[in-house]
């Protein structure tokens, strides 16, 4: 995940991002990758996941690649795919939630780069869905999808203290 998963910038405590609060309700240890302006589907980061034991994933993916328009219509489902797949080789059985991301009013229906194979948030969260439906069309059972707008939506954004990251109350809420 990016910044919003990891927890900052936030006045609270690490204990109480969204992530810590989910590990500590379902009783299991959390390792957060998340990566603050960072998370762009790397394939080493795959990799690290796919090494390290778990029992259950939950990847957060789409603010950072749509915020500096690092991949576009035609790429960013390809490294979707190709990043789950990865962390699928060394957690075939492992429930895997991808969640899409939460709300952004600057790029809601507004591509960062004004050309047609760049994204809004609106088709990313919509790609994230059908990559996670076609996955489990082929057989990952394990695979689950989970919309960022249920989270954290519009009618929350008086949760985003600087209009992309949750303060305190927003990450309990996700």
């Not at 996941?49 to 603010?63: A, S």
């Not at 994204?119 to 990313?124: A, C, D, F």
Request: proline share 7%.
């Amino acid at each position: 995940g990016s910044s919003i998963t990891h927890g900052g910038p936030v006045g609270g405590s690490p204990s109480r991002t969204w992530a810590a609060t989910c590990a500590r309700l379902a009783e299991v240890r959390l390792t957060n990758l998340g990566f603050g302006g960072e998370c762009m589907l790397d394939p080493v980061v795959a990799r690290v996941i796919r090494d390290t034991p778990c029992d259950c994933i939950t990847l957060k993916v789409g603010i950072n690649i749509i915020c500096v328009a690092a991949l576009t219509a035609r790429s960013f489902p390809a490294a979707l795919i190709g990043f789950i797949q990865t962390v699928r080789d060394g957690h075939p059985n492992a429930p895997l939630v991808v969640v899409s991301p939460i709300w952004f009013r600057p790029l809601e229906s507004n591509k960062p780069v004004s050309a047609p194979q760049f994204l809004t948030l609106v088709e990313v969260r919509g790609h994230v869905k059908r990559v996670v439906e076609t996955l489990r069309q082929r057989g990952d059972t394990q695979l689950f999808y989970r919309d960022g707008l249920e989270l954290l939506g519009e009618s929350e954004e008086d949760l985003l203290y600087d209009k992309i990251h949750p303060c305190s109350e927003g990450h309990h809420l996700i």
